[in-house]
């Protein structure tokens, strides 16, 4: 991972937090957002959709990574940041202290995507006082993907 600079990082974050004001999280109260930037330039962001039915609920990762492949992305991703809290008074979400990172099964969705186009992405996680910074490959370690079904 060659990650992101500071500005880009922010502006990726910014991405993020949009999204989570867009968030449908009736149940939880929890808007995540995610954004992922691509070589090319573009950025793909999405929320978190719940469901009344738990399980049918979607994390704003998976729907991200759902659009760009929607989208006819394959590979290039460069980073994605995830940003989430609760909505305050005004129902915006309010980023808290600690950085909000993928869960495990989004986690995996990710590495799916970058796999297509051999990259390891910077994952940024978003906190009220600052972004968090780290290589998808150490937050899945040993993963599963396309090169294990050859």
Same mark, same amino acid.
């Given at each position: 991972?060659?990650?992101?600079?500071?500005?880009?990082?922010?502006?990726?974050?910014?991405?993020?937090?949009?999204?989570?004001?867009?968030?449908?999280?009736?149940?939880?109260?929890?808007?995540?957002?995610?954004?992922?930037?691509?070589?090319?330039?573009?950025?793909?962001?999405?929320?978190?959709?719940?469901?009344?039915?738990?399980?049918?609920?979607?994390?704003?990762?998976?729907?991200?990574?759902?659009? $760009?492949?929607?989208?006819?992305?394959? *590979? =290039? %991703?460069?980073? #994605? !940041?995830?940003?989430?809290?609760? /909505?305050?008074?005004? @129902?915006?979400?309010?980023?808290?202290?600690?950085?909000?990172?993928?869960?495990?099964?989004?986690?995996?969705?990710?590495?799916?995507?970058?796999?297509?186009?051999?990259?390891?992405? $910077?994952?940024?996680?978003?906190?009220? *006082? =600052? %972004?968090?910074? #780290? !290589?998808?490959?150490?937050?899945? /370690?040993?993963?599963? @993907?396309?090169?294990?079904?050859?």
């Amino acid at each position: 991972m060659s990650g992101l600079d500071a500005a880009d990082a922010a502006t990726l974050a910014m991405a993020a937090r949009e999204a989570a004001r867009t968030a449908y999280a009736p149940y939880s109260r929890f808007h995540v957002g995610a954004a992922l930037l691509f070589a090319d330039g573009a950025v793909v962001a999405a929320a978190n959709v719940e469901n009344a039915s738990y399980g049918l609920s979607l994390c704003a990762e998976a729907n991200a990574v759902a659009k $760009a492949m929607g989208e006819g992305r394959r *590979g =290039g %991703l460069l980073a #994605v !940041a995830i940003a989430g809290g609760r /909505p305050d008074r005004a @129902g915006s979400p309010a980023f808290g202290p600690d950085p909000v990172m993928p869960c495990g099964r989004c986690r995996q969705m990710l590495h799916e995507i970058a796999a297509l186009g051999g990259t390891d992405p $910077a994952v940024i996680g978003v906190a009220a *006082g =600052g %972004l968090t910074q #780290v !290589a998808l490959s150490a937050l899945l /370690p040993h993963a599963f @993907g396309p090169a294990n079904l050859v």
